[in-house]
T-cell receptor, first 114, second 115 residues
Framework: KAGVTQTPRYLIKTRGQQVTLSCSPI?????VSWYQQTPGQGLQFLFEYFSETQRNKGNFPGRFSGRQFSNSRSEMNVSTLELGDSALYLC?????????????FGPGTRLLVL | AQTVTQSQPEMSVQEAETVTLSCTYDTSESDYYLFWYKQPPSRQMILVIRQEAYKQQNATENRFSVNFQKAAKSFSLKISDSQLGDAAMYFC????????????FGAGTILRVKS
């Protein structure tokens, strides 16, 4: 099976712009979670989608949003970008989104905000 | 609040030697799962090993094993016969058992392997 894929891999934006990142889970996986990784804050959970519904949300401002499509692919959107949004964004998938399952991670999208 | 603490920002080990990475966590839940993930310079997060909290037996995966002390809320990772390819950032993480895939990560430990 193909692994989790994320596009694009690298992105450069300027402050105030918006950005959309995409994540395709492992075939058959219905849960997609998003994480932000920064040197200062480490790895932080953004949100989780299962069957097109957001089921869990981390402590991030409303500028961060996401959605999931019927084929389980997920997108996350960041509006009005700030310098502090520069980070590696990781998505992970699992079959049913149960905590007991292992999450499989994609290679990440590195976002640089100038 | 649920937290995961990795007290060793950086560790070094000689090739073929054994190293132990520490992790403690805090939760009031009884049904949870613990994980060690490895993140090499490529940034790809790779599962190393997992432990179910309800199991008393420590998990083992080839050269990797854990020392799970539930009462102490401690979950350390032992790497035996260290190899150059083990050099990476290691993250300890935990998740609750039921629905809602949300991993809580520690700050990570950089492992350097010397030849």
């Amino acid at each position: 099976k193909a692994g989790v894929t994320q596009t694009p891999r690298y992105l450069i934006k300027t402050r105030g712009q918006q950005v959309t990142l995409s994540c395709s889970p492992i075939s058959g996986h219905r849960s997609v979670s998003w994480y932000q990784q920064t040197p200062g804050q480490g790895l932080q959970f953004l949100f989780e989608y299962f069957s097109e519904t957001q089921r869990n949300k981390g402590n991030f401002p409303g500028r961060f949003s996401g959605r999931q499509f019927s084929n389980s692919r997920s997108e996350m959107n960041v509006s009005t970008l700030e310098l502090g949004d520069s980070a590696l964004y990781l998505c992970a998938s699992s079959y049913a989104g149960l905590g007991r399952e292992t999450q499989y991670f994609g290679p990440g999208t590195r976002l640089l905000v100038l | 609040a649920q937290t995961v603490t990795q007290s060793q920002p950086e560790m070094s080990v000689q090739e073929a030697e054994t190293v132990t990475l520490s992790c403690t966590y805090d939760t009031s839940e009884s049904d949870y799962y613990l994980f060690w993930y490895k993140q090499p310079p490529s940034r790809q997060m790779i599962l190393v090993i997992r432990q179910e909290a309800y199991k008393q037996q420590n998990a083992t995966e080839n050269r990797f094993s854990v020392n799970f002390q539930k009462a102490a809320k401690s979950f350390s990772l032992k790497i035996s016969d260290s190899q150059l390819g083990d050099a990476a950032m290691y993250f300890c993480a935990y998740s609750l058992g039921e629905y809602g895939n949300k991993l809580v990560f520690g700050a990570g430990t950089i492992l350097r392997v010397k030849s």
